[in-house]
T-cell receptor, first 115, second 110 residues
Framework: GAVVSQHPSWVICKSGTSVKIECRSLDFQATTMFWYRQFPKQSLMLMATSNEGSKATYEQGVEKDKFLINHASLTLSTLTVTSAHPEDSSFYIC???????????FGAGTRLSVL | GEDVEQSLFLSVREGDSSVINCTYTDSSSTYLYWYKQEPGAGLQLLTYIFSNMDMKQDQRLTVLLNKKDKHLSLRIADTQTGDSAIYFCAESLNNNDMRFGAGTRLTVKP
């Protein structure tokens, strides 16, 4: 299957700092990528849909100024958690839609811990 | 309802078959998926089935689809300890987004 790379896998930061997470599709071009958040022992919660060359579409209740998404190329989307606080600590997972198969392939996830 | 539903836990003995069940919501879903998540990792696509199929088999995995009842199942034959993980059922929606179940935690006992 297709490969999606997500970095970093784990980040610890101080409250008030910003953290950038990268999601790359390695062997296909993805016009659409997705960002999810997963709380312990829960399912994935879709945060936003990232569209190459246009603004991201955020789900209800997700602050767009807090979670900045940039999809500047067909293989890279970034999620920046701005002014992170302890309540932002979570597991963030990205996915990219392989256009021919219409299947979402997932990155390995990023564990964010805000102190 | 609007949720993809799965039982939360399943425990089996090594060598037995595991059957994980799911009910989905959208009768017009074209694709249905099973993903596996190991601790601290992302989701790995295990298999998927088109809505015009009743069954799909891939090595130890068998997917059964009952469109009438909107029921999807994943059978793992000869379950191994390495199969212990959370299994997510997902459906594709008309807008190409996906809706996930809460995940079934499979525990395989030696």
């Amino acid at each position: 299957g297709a490969v999606v790379s997500q970095h970093p896998s784990w980040v610890i930061c101080k409250s008030g700092t910003s953290v950038k997470i990268e999601c790359r599709s390695l062997d296909f071009q993805a016009t659409t990528m997705f960002w999810y958040r997963q709380f312990p022992k829960q399912s994935l919660m879709l945060m936003a849909t990232s569209n190459e060359g246009s603004k991201a579409t955020y789900e209800q209740g997700v602050e767009k100024d807090k979670f900045l998404i940039n999809h500047a190329s067909l293989t890279l989307s970034t999620l920046t958690v701005t002014s992170a606080h302890p309540e932002d600590s979570s597991f963030y997972i990205c996915s990219a839609r392989e256009p021919r198969e219409n299947i979402q392939y997932f990155g390995a996830g990023t564990r964010l811990s805000v102190l | 309802g609007e949720d993809v539903e799965q039982s939360l836990f399943l425990s089996v003995r090594e060598g037995d078959s595991s059957v994980i069940n799911c009910t989905y919501t959208d009768s017009s879903s074209t694709y249905l998926y099973w993903y596996k998540q190991e601790p601290g990792a992302g989701l790995q696509l295990l298999t998927y089935i088109f809505s015009n199929m009743d069954m799909k088999q891939d090595q130890r995995l068998t997917v059964l689809l009952n469109k009438k009842d909107k029921h999807l199942s994943l059978r793992i034959a000869d379950t191994q300890t390495g199969d212990s993980a959370i299994y997510f059922c997902a459906e594709s929606l008309n807008n190409n987004d996906m809706r996930f179940g809460a995940g079934t935690r499979l525990t395989v006992k030696p």
